[in-house]
């Protein structure tokens, strides 16, 4: 069974335009209990805000702007589902800007391909995988608190050098696609004051390999606010130095397994 409930609270987003985020309900309300039936906020909260963030501030500039992200609150698993009513009180009572709930017990990535979506995330790795093979550009969300007013994007490079071995995953196309529209969105704004950063980091090859993989990017429409050459080094350091929201992969598939 699934059920696809807009939210009548807030202005709906011109489908179209609009880039589509699934985030896992478990995601967004994983804290513990506030009273009168509301759960408190989850290791999402500060992606929801950002992700509000960028949209306050497009509008600003445009108010005729149609690229715009538009959030859908997803349920992956029945026990989930049959807490549908405190899901919507929850939303409403801490103010986020969800545009649909998609309550599902079953095949949770037949509804987030039914409802477009162009992007998943996650706290679950089983989750995200299962989806990315079906098709849908999937993301771990980070668990270190991240800024609520900056949208921060780290893109791997590594997969957008890589040779291919065998055919390309599913979710590859998509993965281009969302690239570049987030690449339109951050041309919106300047240099400085952004409210939307994106970052390289290529884990292995030098500095050639991130000249590679930034003029790809580029190519697609995509340039970034920083990229970092770590040539083998680990990741985890850069990371917990710039918290991003959620790690990107070229492919869809690096970074979730192991």
Do not use: W
């Not at 939210?7 to 209990?33: C, L, Y």
């Not at 049959?82 to 309550?103: E, K």
Request: hydrophobic content about 40%; aromatic content about 4%.
């Amino acid at each position: 069974m699934v059920a696809t409930i807009q939210n009548t609270d807030v202005k709906q987003k011109d489908a179209p335009g609009a880039v589509v985020v699934a985030v896992t309900s478990r995601a967004v309300f994983e804290g513990g209990d506030v009273g009168d039936d509301v759960s408190g906020v989850g290791v999402a909260f500060p992606l929801l805000q950002a992700l509000q963030s960028v949209n306050r501030r497009l509008l600003e500039k445009d108010p005729a702007e149609s690229l715009l992200f538009d959030v859908v609150l997803i349920t992956t698993d029945s026990q989930q589902q049959q807490q549908s009513a405190r899901i919507v009180r929850s939303t409403r009572h801490h103010g986020l800007d969800v545009g649909r709930f998609c309550f599902s017990s079953q095949d949770f990535t037949e509804s987030l391909l039914s409802n477009q979506v162009n992007l998943f995330l996650s706290t679950d790795r089983s989750e995200a995988l299962q989806a990315s093979r079906g098709g849908v550009l999937s993301a771990l969300l980070e668990r270190q608190v991240s800024s609520t007013e900056q949208l921060r994007v780290m893109l791997c490079g590594d997969a957008v050098v890589r040779p291919a071995a065998g055919p390309a995953p599913p979710s590859q196309a998509a993965a281009q696609s969302f690239s570049a529209r987030l690449g339109e969105m951050r041309r919106r704004f300047g240099a400085a004051d952004s409210p939307l950063s994106i970052v390289l980091v290529t884990a292995s090859g030098g500095a050639e390999s991130c000249g590679a993989a930034l003029r790809t990017l580029r190519s697609r429409g995509l340039a970034v606010d920083e990229a970092y050459c770590l040539a083998g080094a680990p990741r985890s350091p850069i990371r917990s130095l710039l918290r991003p929201h959620f790690l990107l992969a070229d492919d869809g598939v690096a970074g979730l397994e192991d």
